[in-house]
């Protein structure tokens, strides 16, 4: 498992709350995982953007961010 790409854990905050509630898992998880922490629309950096309330723009939108993270 030396040779192979770190597997990615994918972290998304919850009730409002931000991605900084995970800045500290990465050197729990070891150098086999790595965190990819998913910010939604409306909070933190995105807060100008409109929150998603419908599960169709919720799931394009993580969508979007599960390819970005799993892009060598």
Known sequence: MSDAQPLPVHC???AGAGVSA??????HLG???RTVPHL??????????PRLT?????LTDMLD?????DTP
Do not use: I, N, V
Request: charged share 30%.
């Open 31 to 33: 150098p086999h995982a």
């Open 12 to 14: 998304f905050a919850h």
């Open 54 to 58: 419908g599960r169709a723009d919720l």
């Open 22 to 27: 995970f800045a500290g898992w990465s050197r």
């Open 40 to 49: 939604l629309p409306g909070r933190d950096s995105r807060r100008r953007e």
């Open 65 to 69: 961010h599960f390819t970005e993270a």
